[in-house]
């Protein structure tokens, strides 16, 4: 019998080897050929990629390498950057297995005076100082297009057609538009040149060069990101589908070809981006022609409009006193202007990826769209004014040129949020359906079709939000005084990109609150409010009894001033109980927020675990006991 035991003690230990031995095995053969299964628990799916930018991933051309830099030394004492270095650095590895061996990773630690932070500083990213001692952090990524075959350490720039592109920086707060801004990322690589914008204009936004008068500057620094060709509208019938997105400026005159061609270019899925404005202020035409015509320089797309569902009065401003620019006047003097607005991140859409990052964007003589009660479209803000806006006629503006001050008259606020700027989703029907027998018409766009609308011209003028400096060497030099730049900027980047880039939207963050904590801090606010509102009134009764004592100092100083020594020692008795009530309930919000914290303690490391031990004695006893039986 002690044989059998001794037997069977052996062929279960070669049994339990030879099972570790396979595992170990099928662990190292798992691991280096085959992709490993994930998934991904989380209540939001935060990685999960999307299908656009699984798209993207699957049409890469070439080979890239991604380089992450992230100063990890410089941040040991910045949990939540690293934090979100981590989240970064998990989405990036899921593109990575997505890709198939088409995209390498590479995670630097530039340390300060190394080739590593050479090398970040070389290619534009951008250090954040963090903690007391203003250490410099590198936290961006650099991507570069390889060649077929070719090493990793290979610069893009130095191959046939590579290609770098960086993200400066990788700031928490977008962490919601974190997927989009590398996949977006990832596509320009995969772009072989500058994608095409067209520009219709009845402005002079390129400038004129017979006069030395340059573009404006916005299209300047558009022109380092896009190649931007000109659109002549009057010789106009048909906008090719290499022009990834169309700006349409201040359309005045239109003739039907053009509208025609522009309506099909919209229903083709191009990009539209339309300016119109009740008064665009660099409108130069005259007032009245030699032929009695009048123009009020205002813009309008009535036809194509009517048939989106866009409702938009080219005779109408939006006056908002609550974001009035502070401007100088002739005389020396200044004044808040009404109707040329200050738009404050409050007022700017941050959920939407163009407006997210923005803070400020300067705006004059403004319009405003809304939708017919018939419309199937779908209008989302990007810029809007505040509830204490007002409509006034583009007239009354324009007649205040010299007197500002006089748009306030009168002023009563709407309680309206007035949209300037918004993106009109859905199906678009054709306006012209008398058009129906010409060759390739469509009668309607598929159903995500889109168009940017702003009703603002002046939002494009260097005035409203670039300054002008001469440097010691005479040079001239430019700042951003807003973000109207950024924004058009913006607005291009994204339409130029692919349907399954314009399908990546923002996510949700990894930051989970802990929602009972902060319920326990929102009550105890409560409380401590409560108790200083307290405390502000009796103040002010004691401040009126006192004022009503000082009359009987003349006449009866001495009972006077001991009632008003009375009066205050009882107030400052009171406000001593009172502080000792405020304390009491900031140690109460302690004791609930630690006794919260023992109670999960508590779960996690010792009521599961013990669950979990006893579970496997109960287990093992009744399997123990299972074997003696048979045993006999």
Do not use: C
Not at 240 to 253: A, E, Q, R, T
């Amino acid at each position: 019998m002690a044989g059998y035991r001794f037997g069977r003690r052996a062929t279960l230990s070669a049994a339990l080897t030879l099972l570790v031995v396979l595992f170990v095995l099928l662990a190292l053969v798992g691991s280096r050929w085959m992709r490993a299964d994930r998934i991904d628990l989380t209540s939001d799916k935060l990685y999960t990629l999307t299908r656009g930018t699984d798209q993207i991933v699957d049409s890469l051309r070439a080979p890239l390498k991604l380089t992450l830099y992230f100063s990890d030394h410089a941040t040991a004492d910045s949990p939540q950057l690293r934090s979100y270095e981590q989240r970064v650095r998990e989405m990036l590895q899921e593109m990575v297995a997505r890709s198939r061996g088409r995209i390498r990773l590479q995670i630097v630690d530039p340390a300060p005076y190394s080739d590593d932070e050479a090398s970040a500083e070389g290619y534009g990213l951008s250090p954040i100082s963090v903690g007391n001692n203003g250490e410099r952090v590198f936290f961006g990524l650099v991507g570069r297009t390889l060649a077929p075959g070719a090493d990793g350490d290979v610069d893009g720039e130095n191959q046939p057609g590579g290609r770098t592109l960086t993200l400066p920086v990788f700031d928490p707060s977008r962490e919601t538009f974190l997927e989009y801004d590398i996949a977006k990322l990832l596509y320009e690589l995969n772009q072989p040149a500058k994608p095409h914008i067209g520009v219709i204009s009845s402005l002079p936004v390129q400038g004129n060069p017979l006069i030395g008068e340059e573009p404006w500057t916005v299209f300047r620094q558009m022109g380092q990101l896009f190649d931007i060709k000109t659109i002549d509208p009057a010789k106009l019938q048909r906008i090719g589908d290499d022009i990834k997105v169309l700006l349409l400026i201040h359309p005045k005159h239109l003739s039907d070809d053009a509208l025609y061609a522009i309506d099909q270019y919209v229903l083709r899925g191009g990009h539209l981006v339309v300016f119109v404005d009740p008064d665009a202020e660099l409108d130069n035409t005259p007032f009245v022609d030699s032929n009695g015509v009048m123009d009020d320089h205002n813009s309008d797309l009535p036809r194509l409009f009517k048939t989106w569902g866009v409702q938009y009065d080219p005779q109408r401003v939006v006056l908002d006193r609550s974001r009035s620019l502070r401007i100088e006047l002739s005389d020396n003097s200044a004044l808040n202007h009404p109707a040329m607005l200050g738009l404050t991140a409050q007022e700017l859409n941050h959920d939407d990826v163009v407006t997210a990052s923005l803070q400020r964007v300067n705006v004059a003589s403004v319009g405003f769209f809304d939708l017919a009660p018939t419309a199937r479209t779908r209008l989302m803000p990007l810029l809007q004014s505040t509830s204490d806006a007002q409509t006034v006629p583009a007239q009354r503006v324009r007649e205040s040129s010299r007197d500002p001050a006089s748009l306030l008259d009168g002023y009563k606020g709407d309680n309206t949020h007035y949209v300037i700027a918004a993106r009109l989703y859905g199906q678009f029907s054709s306006a012209f359906p008398e058009r129906a027998s010409q060759h390739g018409h469509l009668a309607a766009s598929a159903d995500n079709a889109e168009v940017i609308l702003v009703a603002d011209t002046d939002l494009l003028t260097d005035r409203l939000w670039v300054s002008y400096a001469q440097n010691l060497l005479g040079q001239t030099q430019l700042s951003a005084i807003a973000n109207n730049g950024d924004f058009i900027t913006n607005v291009v980047d994204n339409l130029s990109g692919s349907s399954a880039l314009l399908s990546i939207h923002g996510r949700s963050t990894s930051q989970r609150p802990f929602t009972r904590v902060q319920a326990l801090q929102s009550a105890a606010d409560q409380k401590f409010l409560a108790k200083k509102q307290e405390l502000q009134r009796e103040l002010a009764e004691t401040r009126s009894r006192l004022s009503e004592l000082q009359p009987a100092k003349t006449g009866h100083a001495d009972s006077g001033n001991a009632e008003q020594k009375a009066e205050i020692e009882q107030f400052l008795q009171r406000q001593l109980a009172i502080n000792k009530e405020l304390r009491n309930v900031q140690h109460q919000l302690n004791a609930e927020i630690d006794a919260l914290g023992l109670r999960l303690k508590f779960l996690n490391i010792v009521l599961v675990p013990a669950l979990i031990a006893i579970f496997g004695l109960l287990y093992g006893w009744r399997r123990s006991r299972r074997n003696r039986r048979r045993a006999l």
